[in-house]
């Protein structure tokens, strides 16, 4: 059971290039999310998707963008790399929307 | 804007000594929720409490939800090593999802 898996794992940019980050669950889920972690700050929400087909700001969706192209991928999406957006990226999905979430093993991206 | 602090950040315990975190929400939660993150690892849901007051045990791991539903708290007796990581409480809030600032735990043998 692969659960939750992201690509890449590792990312390097240049400030203002674009790139999307990729996740797939195979657990049937209906609800996924992006989070970014910080150090000290725990994990933030960007955006979710409560079910295929819809899409909702999180706390911090400044500089993001996301598409859920089915029931089992969700991607995010950065338009111009910032350094400021340089973080791990957690993808997670749930059987429904706000319950107990599974994550994926994050991607690490260092934008310069 | 909404908030939910972990104390302490950091804990430094004894191999068999007790542990708790403590989480404060700066407004009620539907539910609350509890994660394991070991170093350089995903978090890893531990369990969801959800009533007023509740209390939940596994194993050496014991989970309570205030009754005012704003904080809750997770106390692990007789710490072992591989309870190293760290723990993040987490809940909704309307229809946002909030992260605690996380409780690191290392455990010395």
Request: some cysteine.
């Amino acid at each position: 059971n692969a659960g939750v898996t992201q690509t890449p794992k590792f990312q390097v940019l240049k400030t203002g290039q674009s790139m999307t980050l990729q996740c797939a669950q195979d657990m049937n889920h209906n609800s996924m999310y992006w989070y970014r972690q910080d150090p000290g700050m725990g994990l933030r929400l960007i955006y979710y998707s409560a079910s295929e087909g819809t899409t909702d700001k999180g706390e911090v969706p400044n500089g993001y963008n996301v598409s859920r192209l089915n029931k089992r991928e969700f991607s995010l999406r950065l338009e111009s790399a910032a350094p400021s957006q340089t973080s791990v990226y957690f993808c997670a999905s749930s059987l429904v929307d706000l319950q107990p979430q599974h994550f994926g093993d994050g991607t690490r991206l260092s934008i310069l | 804007g909404q908030q939910v602090m972990q104390i302490p950040q950091y804990q430094h315990v004894q191999e068999g000594e007790d542990f708790t975190t403590y989480c404060n929400s700066s407004t009620t939660l539907s539910n609350i929720q509890w994660y394991k993150q070991r170093p350089g690892g995903h978090p890893v849901f531990l369990i969801q409490l959800v009533k007023s007051g509740e209390v939940k045990k596994q194993k050496r791991l014991t989970f309570q939800f205030g009754e005012a539903k704003k904080n809750s708290s997770l106390h692990i007796t007789a710490t072992q090593t591989t309870d190293v990581g760290t723990y993040f409480c987490a809940g909704p809030n309307g229809n946002q999802f909030y992260f605690g600032t996380g409780t690191s735990l290392t455990v010395i043998p």
